[in-house]
């Protein structure tokens, strides 16, 4: 069948639109509920003191808003730190919302490899960096069996000043002499029975501020740090 070329021009023209609409990445999705929010960041550098000029640097993040829990996902390779404090090979970030009949469930996580921290008078590098949220509810908002919230962390392959570090599951706080306090797999709640119920996962945080040990306000560095909430009782 020989077709007109107005309708050959309607079928290229809507050719050409499902193509744009293929190459242009989709926004996030916030497919969430008002109960569940979630938001991973790979890397947050605030620098204070005499680093004050740097001011806030969050180049991976996924569902900043937090509003709700919303499918997201961001990632940068080859990422240099400013002020020649470091680099970062491979930064990703994840969040997720996924409902059955019964529950309603999002995911907050963060993945960072090969990080090197160049601070005064030292040197941190990590392999691996990883850390995750999971809020579970049911759609009516009741408690489901086990913990609503739940997060983890790991760090692998550690090493400051050279010396390699064993790090274990659970938090670890280890202090720099005159720059302050290294914490990992850094856990942080609300309060029990406080609305919104927040959970902060945090595989890395490096608190170089004189109320950490600090000799003076040099800056606040968090890698790999996942966050989940419930707005319910």
Do not use: W
Request: proline share 8%; net charge neutral; charged share 10%.
């Amino acid at each position: 069948m020989i077709q007109s070329p107005l309708r050959r021009l309607a079928i290229v023209t809507l050719s050409f639109a499902g193509l744009i609409a293929t190459l242009v990445p989709k926004p996030a999705t916030a497919e969430g509920t008002t109960v569940i929010s979630c938001r991973a960041s790979a890397l947050r550098l605030t620098g204070l003191g005499p680093l004050s000029f740097i001011g806030t640097v969050e180049p991976v993040v996924s569902n900043s808003s937090q509003s709700v829990c919303a499918n997201d996902a961001d990632g940068v390779i080859n990422f240099l730190l400013p002020a020649g404090l470091g680099f970062v090979n491979l930064l990703n970030t994840q969040t997720t919302f996924t409902k059955t009949a019964a529950l309603h469930r999002g995911t907050a996580s963060a993945s960072v490899t090969g990080v090197l921290l160049d601070i005064p008078a030292l040197t941190i590098t990590v392999s691996v960096l990883n850390s995750q949220v999971e809020v579970t509810c049911h759609i009516d908002g009741t408690r489901p069996a086990g913990n609503r919230i739940v997060g983890t962390s790991t760090v692998v392959g550690l090493t400051i000043g050279g010396q390699p570090i064993v790090v274990p599951p659970g938090p670890l706080d280890i202090p720099l002499p005159l720059n302050g306090i290294l914490h990992l797999n850094e856990k942080t709640r609300t309060p029990p029975g406080t609305t919104p119920h927040v959970l902060t996962q945090r595989a890395l945080h490096l608190d170089l501020t004189v109320a950490a040990g600090g000799l003076v306000d040099l800056l606040d560095l968090v890698i790999a740090e996942s966050v989940g909430d419930y707005h319910l009782p």
